[in-house]
């Protein structure tokens, strides 16, 4: 069975400091890895996705994350943090059912404060 | 093009009724599925989709049931609502086969169940 571990429930950072989420993976086939972001009241968006293309996947509004298999991670950074990227961010593993079913970390708020 | 929509956005239930949450989706996807979110626990499947007149249960299905009668169409139902059932519920859709596929969500439903 797959699952996903996110560490920190809860990260701060100032506007323009470095932005990393953690995300630790199990999955007993070759894992696809997503990060997806949830705004206010919004639904999920997705920010980028490993599909075993290229270890550092580039994703929308800055962000990219790095496939490491030795150590079954795929943290989400971002250089610069803005204002507007206060939101949820949930790492998610696909199972290998073939039907594109997600299991879900529990997400990580990112708190940007000026 | 509309995405992934959802009705309604927000319900107040007592315990023991019932109703039905509607997802609609313009993309021509095969694969839906639904999803409740609550605080600290992620996403969590309930039940999901993998074409017209197809389900299957997810993580937690418990208390609900589904049909997909139409492509474009997946219904949640809950026959009697309970106080545990209060939660946020997503649908999604899935352009088909592949683990790597991307999911599209709508925009929620806010549920209380009183």
Known sequence: AQSVTQLGSHV??????LVLLRCNYSSSVPPYLFWYVQYPNQGL???LKYTSAATLVKGINGFEAEFKKSETSFHLTKPSAHMSDAAEYFCAVSDNSGYSTLTFGKGTMLLVSP | ???????????????????????????NHEYMYWYRQDPGMGLRLIHY???EGTTAKGEVPDGYNVSRLKKQNFLLGLESAAPSQ???YFCASSSGTG???????GP??????L
Not at chain 1, 12 to 17: C, D, L, N, Q
């Open chain 2, 49 to 51: 989709s993998v074409g």
């Open chain 2, 86 to 88: 209060t939660s946020v």
């Open chain 1, 12 to 17: 701060s950072v100032s506007e323009g400091a």
């Open chain 1, 45 to 47: 968006q997705l920010l």
């Open chain 2, 108 to 113: 929620g439903t806010r549920l209380t169940v």
């Open chain 2, 99 to 105: 683990r790597y596929n991307e999911q599209f969500f």
């Open chain 2, 1 to 27: 093009n509309a995405g992934v929509t959802q009705t309604p956005k927000f319900r107040v239930l007592k315990t023991g009724q019932s109703m039905t949450l509607l997802c609609a989706q313009d993309m």
